[in-house]
């Protein structure tokens, strides 16, 4: 059975991700709970905590996923592969907290911005050790590592703004081209210039 905080916290991603934060106050929030607005104070004060609360979670979701994505020895480019899958897969199945931790940064302190922004620099550095490893032992071709994450990163983040569960592919199809992109792209890339 969910605990309060639980239903609250459940009820609080619904309400951000169908009508923003700004548009949510804590009064809907509590009257959706079943609960008095002073109830609700006890376990976050501020709807800011909530906010924070959310993407402090689901950044410490996505870090567990890739721990266990990148345990075990494996060579480098089946280590990016697993962790494209890994990110890739959290995103099909946490739209929600991951939409609301794209557009809602904003409504964060500063402080508690800092406090994402260094949970997602930490993330990216994961993914950017794993493409430096990958071009020193030649698997990939050379490139800038952080823009090259930073690329890896988006797109693979913005399956959560399309993905649907009865869309024409399945999460693992899905995945599939991902990996199939990606690491072909870094494999292959010769240094192509269009312009």
Known sequence: MPTTANTIMSVAIELFYKKGYFATS????????GIKKASLYYHYPKKEDLLKAILVNAMQAVARVLDEALAGNAAI????ARAIAAHVD?????????LISDSELRGLSPDNRETIIAMRKAYEARIQALIAEGVEAKVFARTNVKVASYAILTLCSAVANWYRTNGPLTGIEIIRVYQDLILNGLREGKGLRFS
């Open 26 to 33: 804590l009064s809907d929030i509590a009257r959706l709970c």
């Open 77 to 80: 480019d089946v280590k990016l």
């Open 90 to 98: 959290f995103h099909i199945k946490h739209q929600k907290e991951v």
